[in-house]
């Protein structure tokens, strides 16, 4: 009965946190609305909220979900949307587009996830496929900024190593859950040296951490988790003393005024973005943070620091830490050790991923090309941000089946014992 | 399965740190730097609202307006031609020739981003076109007219070059600050001059100190209460090179200035410097007269502060003077042998109470001493980029402490009044 109790009282919590979520959108875009005077603003005040509560509301209808896991990812998502109708609204469209698909190919994962069992058969599947997948971009790839990392296909655009995320992480907790170290790892090496050959540097460094923490994760060795640090370290190293575009960065990221005009002009407008927000912002809608120029993708946390300020940031930074703990909460509650590993590595992923982009937008890190989580523009981002939650989501309604299964033991037992 | 949720649980607290640490720089980084980034003169941000916004006035410690708006939304000067070319390199001017002075490196109180949501929608209600804050600055204008025109007149006529700081050593105010050679705000022509007029000498020329650097000899001589008798010369042979860059790093140098009112480039003292060879030692006027008040203090270094208070257009007040420390450097007992080091050193000819040291390095002359009374707890460094004897600068010192002297309203005397 108490259970039951705080379950209602939870689920009560959760509704209300969705009507407030689905409030501050939809009074946020009618401002943009009346501001431009548009009908885009006022269909988005609708259809956002919309939204919203379709997907924190159908998905539990299928399957048993973390509905606080589900608010916070549709919070991000409209919060991109949010942003890029003020700054591009042309991108706010086809973003709200992939939002919608988005929490489709969130109930495939879940489903997936579901029938996987021990993840074997499928991972054997998906080896190959993520092989072609990363290789893909070297044989018919075009560059941006500097990395060769997209492909085209009948007109859409993609980034092969955003689906490979999540093809990794099953690959990895499959054959890591087994200790088949010989499989797992040389397809790690594998994938890091074509993204290596890419240049898409950012993105190696995730599928490094991860690959790192997940093998801690199942193993339990310091001395690994030491050495592999102590790899990358040197690695990192090497990379500085060999490569000249490498060395620039560094020296950006040490002092992006020496060279404001070229290579430091982003982290400039960055910082400058930041520091005229202050604490509190200058207001949706105003401000200048389009002179970042790449205001869309990387920087879009500056963009919310200079509009909504630097509470607010914070308060985004703090549902990142609640979606970290959500996961990791599902990734202990799990009772297999696959299921463990894969909803633990999907957690790191968007963690590491949140740490690398803002410590870049800040200046703790050198910046790397990645997004922002669920934020940020770009399909083939948003779907794979969203195929991670959906492998959360499917560990997680395994183990509410599990516990489900418990409960229904139990009451057969008591039942028996009567 | 129970070690690995430990291991999920290890994995969460350390992405758990790691958003701390983004927390934590991005506040610490924020709060030092962020007035940095904002008055950057290439940010848009400011720059548009200037079109929107009246600028606030800028006045000196006695109420004096060093710069307004008129009807017609121009920014004006002071009347006098004199005292508009003494102040200049302190307030800049609308067209940001001055790096980092009020008009820019305050702008954020100047262009009334630092008002409050109400008082924004209160300009909103009126209709009346929004003002910035007031900004009331602890120099004196009538003081730092006639250090100008003492500087002026101890240099070279016809190419005046050099600087010189007044602070109070008890509270580390800024009394004055000027630079030659100098250019009026209101006549864009005279920057074409020699010398780098729109420069700053006074926080952003780097000298070689030579007899300024008497302090830092004088503190490590006396470490070991060996005796400060002889020249500057013979202390420097008593001296190693270890313990005088040890005390020049107690002193500041090396030390990156993020002061909240100035920004002051940083000193520099190389690794290896032999006592007999400081030509590479490099210091800022404003750092010097720093280590001079820091003597006179009791070996507290006091952070150099121009802002008396900040008043926003309703009469709101956003900021009022408060002193900082910056640093204990030495003991009281160190530092009164230092004084005592120092009054053995003072030239004739300076009124009573007054300690110092004059000289020249290279191709300067330089003065730099302080008023020990507690009535009138001034420092000042003067430099002149002028070769020949020491009296070049001592001579422009002994008419500005003469200058002080008659007046015995000191604007150090009256800050409780403030």
């Known amino acids: 009965m108490r259970r039951n109790r705080k379950e209602d009282k939870a689920r009560r919590a959760g509704k209300g946190l969705v009507w407030a979520v689905m409030l501050f959108f939809f009074s946020a875009f009618l401002l943009l609305g009346l501001r431009d005077m548009a009908y885009q603003g006022f269909l988005l005040a609708v259809t956002v909220p919309a939204m919203i509560w379709l997907g924190s509301n159908v998905l539990p209808l299928l399957f048993p979900s973390d509905r606080l896991l589900l608010s916070l990812t549709n919070f991000l998502c409209a919060l991109g949307v949010l942003v890029l109708y003020d700054t591009s609204p042309s991108d706010a469209y086809s973003q709200m587009a992939f939002y919608g698909i988005g929490i489709a190919a969130m109930g495939v994962c879940i489903w997936v996830v579901r ?73 790690a090496v594998v994938c890091l040296g074509l993204l290596m050959l890419q240049k898409d540097l950012g993105t190696a460094l995730l599928y490094y951490g991860v690959a790192l923490l997940m093998y801690f994760a199942s193993c339990g060795s310091f001395a690994v988790l030491g050495a592999g640090l102590a790899g990358g370290a040197g690695a990192a190293f090497l990379g500085y003393r060999m490569f000249a575009h490498v060395r620039r960065r560094v020296a950006v990221w040490r002092n992006p005024w020496a060279d404001y005009e070229n290579a430091g002009y982003q982290i400039a407008q960055g910082l400058m973005a930041i520091a005229s927000g202050g604490l509190l ?85 050198p910046l790397t090309g990645v997004t922002l989580p669920f934020v940020s523009y770009g399909g083939s981002s948003l779907l794979s941000s969203m195929c991670l939650i959906g492998l959360i989501q499917g560990v997680s309604s395994l183990n509410e089946d599990d516990l489900r299964e418990d409960a229904r033991l139990a009451y057969l037992g008591e039942g028996a014992g009567l | ?92 001017d609308t067209a940001n020739h001055v790096a980092n002075a009020v ?130 010369g013979d202390m420097l042979g008593r001296v190693s090179a270890e313990r005088l860059r040890a005390w020049a790093e107690r002193f500041g140098f090396g030390d990156n200035f993020l002061f909240r009112d100035l920004v ?4 520099t003292y190389p690794a290896g410097t032999a006592p007999q060879e400081l030509s590479g030692v490099r210091a800022t006027p404003v750092h010097l007269c720093m280590t001079a008040a820091a003597v006179a203090n009791g070996g507290l270094m006091m952070e150099p502060r121009l802002l008396l208070r900040v008043t926003g257009p309703g009469g709101a007040q956003r900021l009022s003077f408060t002193a900082a420390e910056y640093r204990w450097v030495m003991t009281p007992e160190e530092a009164a042998r230092v004084c005592e080091g120092l009054r053995a050193l003072t030239p004739a000819g300076l009124p009573d109470g007054v300690i ?63």
């Open chain 2, 264 to 267: 002051v480039l940083n000193s």
């Open chain 1, 281 to 365: 912002g200058v207001g949706l809608g105003l401000g200048d943070p389009t002179r970042i120029p790449e205001y869309r993708n990387d920087f879009i946390f500056a963009v919310i620091c200079e509009q909504f300020g630097l509470i607010f940031a914070v308060c985004v930074l703090a549902m990142y830490v609640a979606l970290v703990w959500r996961g990791a909460t599902v990734a202990m509650a799990a009772r297999r050790s696959f299921h463990g590993l894969l909803a633990m590595g999907a957690t790191l992923m968007l963690g590491l991923q949140t740490f690398v982009i803002i410590g870049g937008v800040i200046k703790l890190i």
């Open chain 2, 103 to 232: 008009e820019s490196f305050q702008s954020s109180y100047l262009y009334g981003f630092r008002a409050t949501l109400w008082e924004r929608i209160a300009d909103l209600r009126s209709g009346e076109a929004r003002r910035g804050d007031t900004v009331q600055l602890n120099v004196s204008a009538p003081l730092t007219t006639a250090l100008s025109e003492a500087l002026r007149q101890a240099c070279d006529p016809e190419d005046p070059r050099g600087a010189a700081v007044v602070m109070n050593w008890q509270t580390g105010e800024i009394l004055a600050a000027v630079s030659l050679p100098s250019f009026d705000p209101n006549d864009p022509q005279d920057l074409r001059g020699a010398g780098a007029p729109a420069l700053n000498r006074a926080v952003q020329g780097v000298y070689s100190p030579g007899p300024a650097l008497a302090p830092v000899i004088l503190a490590a001589l006396s470490e070991n209460g060996e005796s400060a008798g002889g020249t500057l």
């Open chain 2, 356 to 418: 110092g040291i004059a000289g020249p390095s290279g191709a300067d002359s330089w003065f730099l001493g302080c008023m020990t009374a507690d009535d009138m707890p001034l420092a000042l460094c003067l430099v002149a980029e002028q070769e020949g004897d020491r009296d070049t600068a001592l001579s422009a010192a002994r008419q500005i402490f003469a200058w002080m002297a008659e007046r015995e309203a000191a604007p150090a005397m009256d800050i409780a009044g403030k």
């Open chain 1, 115 to 187: 029938l996987s069992g021990s993840g074997r058969r499928l991972s054997r599947m998906l080896i190959p496929l993520s092989l072609l997948l990363l290789s893909l971009p070297l044989l018919m790839g075009t560059e941006i900024n500097g990395a060769r990392n997209w492909i085209r296909v009948a007109g859409v655009s993609f980034q092969p190593s955003e689906a490979v995320k999540i093809l990794m992480l099953i690959v990895l907790a499959a054959f890591m859950s087994r200790r088949r170290f010989w499989i797992w790892f040389p397809f």
């Open chain 2, 1 to 92: 399965m129970k070690r690995q949720r430990i291991r999920y649980k290890l994995l969460a607290l350390l992405v758990f740190a790691l958003f701390g640490g983004l927390v934590v720089y991005g506040g610490y980084t924020y709060l030092t730097n962020g007035s940095r980034w904002f008055a950057y003169s290439k940010n848009s941000r400011v720059s548009s609202q200037k079109q929107s916004v009246i600028a606030g006035d800028i006045l000196d410690r006695d109420g004096t307006v060093l710069a307004t708006t008129d009807a017609d939304g121009a920014r004006v000067y002071q009347a006098d031609e004199a005292a508009r070319r003494a102040m200049v390199h302190l307030l800049g």
